[in-house]
């Protein structure tokens, strides 16, 4: 090692513990930064989950006092509003998260939820029929399927699994989805079409074969029979 590059070893070994010392110290600091909000959101949450709703909403309603209208605190208030079948109010913060942040985990399913719990399956129907003609995304149109499956209306739910299918004509799941539908009204032979599109888009897809094996199909009924050459 030359006269230069001992010089400068000492000071990269210097620079190298300054370097961890600050990692730990930044750690330490984010850890001891959270607000009072996300405080009171974690008691909540660690409530929540020791099915505590009373408990878990107090400390909810009291981190909303910082910012009322932040998603992730109304998005769960409005579930331990929904455990504890306080519907209406768990309407009122979930349509808060929902328009402060659209895209905020399951708002629309749940605020879906929580209408048709309150007697407005309508009103629960036309809220995800314009959001998924806004958005037009395959995953919106599949939870209305869902939604009308759920209210048993079937015709309403074929029709915009089919449509689901189509949106998506590359996504193995959604291809799935429409099938397993199928599958569940009894109609085999349009479940193992969309099985079949399924397999061609991914054959690893989970539960994919063992439904296919459930329903009597085969990769030949995926792919169709081998061309014969004369």
């Known amino acids: ?47 929540y989950h020791q099915q505590k709703y009373a408990a878990a909403l107090t400390k909810f309603n009291e981190s909303l006092k910082y910012n009322e209208s932040q998603p992730r605190g109304n998005y769960y208030a409005g579930a331990a509003d929904y455990m504890l079948g306080r519907y209406e109010q768990s309407q009122y913060h979930y349509k808060m998260a929902w328009r402060v942040d659209p895209n905020y985990g399951h708002v629309k399913s749940a605020l879906a939820e929580a209408l048709i719990k309150s007697g407005k399956p309508n009103e629960a129907m036309n809220f ?32 915009n699994y089919i449509r689901a299918a189509q949106m998506a004509p590359t996504d193995a799941g959604m291809q799935m989805a429409a099938a397993q539908f199928f599958d569940r009204i009894g109609q085999k032979a349009a479940a193992g079409k969309y099985y079949a599109r399924a397999y061609k888009l991914n054959p690893a897809l989970p539960g994919l074969v063992a439904a296919m094996m459930h329903d009597g199909l085969t990769i030949s009924d995926a792919y169709g029979p081998p061309a014969t050459h004369p």
């Not at 300054?18 to 990692?23: D, G, R, T, V, W």
């Not at 998924?132 to 015709?155: C, H, I, N």
């Open 1 to 47: 090692m030359n006269d230069k590059a001992r010089q400068i070893s000492p000071v990269l070994s210097v620079a190298k513990k300054i370097f961890a010392l600050s990692l730990v110290a930044g750690v330490g600091i984010l850890a001891g930064c959270q607000t009072p909000a996300m405080k009171l959101r974690n008691e909540g949450l660690r409530l």
């Open 128 to 159: 995800l029929e314009r959001d998924a003609a806004l958005t037009q995304r395959p995953a919106g149109r599949l939870r209305v399927a869902r939604f009308y499956e759920k209210l048993g209306d079937l015709d309403d739910a074929r029709a």
